[in-house]
């Protein structure tokens, strides 16, 4: 009797035990995003987008600055010289025609009883006919020179003007008419930006290839190299377009051409070309 009791009494101290031990906690669930915080990652998705975007534009809008004044610099120091060209012509002009004055000035103060071919003309001048001859001559070379820098001149302005159709006819003609002008490469090179900017990127790139094959010494020569490479681009051949930059930097590394190619490389790699 005594046993049963005791066992009982364990019995019932277990089941004490158990009720009085607490059940395990059920995982927590953490709540669902709420429909405004996904609307917040949204908003700041879209604005880092229109950020990388905005760089972008950016940058291009940079390498174009760079890229006019460049061209800026170029033409004022065309124009520079076709005027230092024509201040030189007229002094040689004027110095031509003090020369004949000179030898009229002497044949006039000669004796009357004197044959004139007794009386030598002084030594810098001329004879009377052939001073005039070459005084013919030198004019024709001002009016030549005056007619290649307003052709010149007319092409630039069509350019800087946007008349770009106008500015390829105008500097096809100077070419045509002073094949072996110093700023025949120039000309050309701008026949080939008139047709990159109305995006005739082909046209653009035969007319940029001309510059480097026909004027192989035109200080145009790098940034029409460069160019050939953007052309390359908008065309499609990545691998054409590498290789013609790569070549700007290699061999003018320290020339506004060469920045604009690295510029261009860099967005290239960028974009798994």
Known sequence: MKNRLAISLCLLGVAFAENGRAAPAAPVTPPAPSIEA??????????????????????????????????????????????????????????????????QAA?????????????????????P????VAASSTTSAALDVSREQVMYQRGLDGVKAGRYDQAITDFEAFIASYPKSEFAGNAQYWIGEANYVSRRFDKAATNFKKVIDTYPTSNKLPDAMVKLGFSYQELGDREQARKTLNDVVARYPDSPAARLAKERLQKLKAQGG
């Open 107 to 127: 044949a006039k103060a000669a004796p009357p009883h004197e044959p004139a071919v007794q009386t030598p003309p002084p030594a810098s001048s001329a004879p």
């Open 38 to 103: 996904r609307v917040t990652k949204l908003e700041q998705i879209l604005e880092s987008q229109m950020l990388v975007e905005m760089l972008t534009r950016l940058e291009r809008l940079q390498a174009e600055v760079q890229r006019l004044q460049g061209d800026t610099e170029v033409q004022s120091n065309d124009i520079e010289r076709l005027k230092q060209r024509q201040r030189d012509l007229s002094q040689d002009i004027d110095r031509r025609l003090r020369q004949i004055e000179q030898a």
């Open 129 to 132: 006919v052939a001073a005039s």
